[in-house]
């Protein structure tokens, strides 16, 4: 396996580096400050390449901006994952026609997973004129040089290589939050489950080597940030591309043992994966939070066969079983898909019994949405999009409740929580938002320092929220 693994050799990211001061310089020659805007879809791995975006961006000399009429380059990374999150994306990037009239050196961008999506690159080509630059989440790492290459010539530039992608270190970051960090510990999927685009726009499974990861847990650390998630399509597959013997479990306990007071949580585990030793760990290392992610999709056999999701209804209920009996207090929450391919009614009754049975604390759902190229968009499907959104009213209305009954279960408790806003309640006063262990929010009347672990004792609920005082003061 780890012959087929491309890791960018340090002159290839020098070379990068090199590009950005070079454009710097040109962008220094601007009558004002060069200014930046990064819009961001879809889910934390995004969010943790824009980071990377905006460190690059920052080599280069902008500053940053909300608002894309004043932005001299607007870049906006993209999601694929559902139609909803394309036709915004379009959307969008409709309206910056407007903005690239008013000012005709406006540079854009468009890059991330839609732009790597069957056909997508040639629609943008054909229908978006204005669009300087697309290229795929694969070639994120060389954004220098397609810009420079961009700006040298009179042509547009596309850059979608159908690869399986490599790993790119030492690419600077600029992170927005002070409190919380993205980490992501391997990119790409190889699960291909049936209805998902992930596999096809974000190349092969591929780890990060454990001291790269511990490096950048250590400088997150130093940042001061307290909360840590590590990100992977399927964060159970880490480290069997590498050559050390190390998986999951083994990088929990090795980020564990790193000093300082923080938590650190994981997204997102694929329950055919999920191990003993994974749960025993979590047991066992006190800065791992007792929460997991783990999405079971449907709740029927045929349609998880027909998902290619590799295990059974009873093998999830196991491991959930196995996860509870480890840690009692284990936070869960999962991903659901309604309205699969000629998922019937008793199907889907299937999936409304597995959460009565499980009881998750939050969950994901989803309409099925078929995403062109996948095996899933080229299957029967006889139900229509009525009701499909009867059986995802009936979803939700299950989980609000066992939600709300989840959560009412805490008052009286005490918990340990990490302030991470400010707000306004309901009274119009003013209030602290936090997170427990677990990623439960909890609201706090009053204004806190923020980046700080409390215990606070629970005293109302919600179905979304905790109400708590803290206890130490
Ligand atoms: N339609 C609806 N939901 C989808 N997901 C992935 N692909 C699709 C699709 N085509 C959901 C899955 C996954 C989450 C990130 O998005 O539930 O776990
Ligand atoms: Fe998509 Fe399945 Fe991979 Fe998750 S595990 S990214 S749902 S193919």
């Known amino acids: ?257 790193l000093p300082g007071d923080f938590v650190v949580r994981f997204m997102t585990s694929h329950p055919k994966d999920a191990s003993e030793k994974l749960f025993r760990t979590m047991a066992e290392c006190e800065k791992v939070a007792r929460v997991i992610h783990l999405p079971f999709q449907a709740g029927n056999d045929r349609v998880l066969k027909a998902m290619n999701r590799g295990y059974t209804r009873d093998d999830y209920l196991k491991k959930v079983e196995l996860a509870r009996s480890l840690m009692p207090d284990l936070v869960l929450t999962s991903d659901i898909i309604v309205g699969f391919p000629g998922e019937t009614e008793e199907e889907f009754e299937d999936t409304l019994s597995l959460l009565e049975r499980v009881r998750f604390d939050a969950l994901f759902t989803f309409i099925y949405s078929p995403r062109p190229g996948t095996p899933a968009a080229r299957m029967d499907d006889p139900f229509t999009r009525e009701q499909k959104q009867a059986r995802f009213d009936r979803l939700l209305e299950t989980q609000n409740r066992i939600s709300a009954e989840k959560h009412r279960e805490y008052i009286g408790r005490t918990l340990r929580v990490l302030t991470d806003g400010t707000g306004t309640g309901r009274s119009g006063f003013p209030e602290t938002t936090a997170r427990t262990d677990g990623g439960r929010l909890v609201r706090i009347p009053g204004e806190l320092p923020l980046g700080v672990f409390l215990n606070v004792k629970i005293t109302d609920s919600t179905t979304w929220a905790l109400t708590g005082q803290p206890e130490d003061r």
């Open 1 to 257: 396996m780890s012959s087929q693994r491309t890791e960018i050799p340090a002159e290839e990211i020098r070379r990068q580096q090199t590009i950005c001061l070079r454009l710097r310089e040109r962008f220094a020659a601007m009558p004002h400050a060069p200014l930046a805007m990064v819009d961001t879809y879809g889910c934390q791995q995004n969010e943790a390449d824009s980071e990377r975006l905006r460190g690059m961006l920052a080599e280069m000399g902008f500053g940053f901006t909300e608002d894309e009429a004043e932005a001299d380059i607007v870049v906006v990374n993209t999601c694929a994952v559902r139609e909803h999150a394309e036709m915004r994306v379009l959307g969008n990037v409709g309206a910056l026609s407007h903005t690239k009239k008013a000012n005709r050196d406006q540079i854009i961008v468009v890059c991330g997973c839609m732009a790597q999506a069957p056909g997508m690159a040639e629609r943008i080509r054909r229908s978006y004129p204005y669009v300087d630059l697309v290229f795929g989440p694969q070639a994120m790492w060389r954004f220098p040089e397609l810009l420079e290459r961009r700006l040298a010539g009179r042509k547009r530039v596309f850059e979608v290589p159908d690869e399986p992608g490599s790993v790119a270190e030492g690419l600077p970051v600029c992170r927005k939050d002070g409190v919380k960090a993205w980490l992501s510990v391997m990119h790409g999927c190889n699960n291909f489950c049936t209805y998902c685009i992930v596999p096809y726009v974000r190349g092969r499974e591929r780890s990060r080597r454990p001291e790269e990861v511990l490096e950048e847990a250590r400088e997150i650390i130093a940042g001061g940030r307290r909360d840590i998630t590590l990100l992977g399509q399927n964060v159970n597959s880490y480290g069997k591309d590498l050559d050390d013997p190390v998986d999951f479990a083994d990088l929990l306990c090795m980020i564990n043992d």
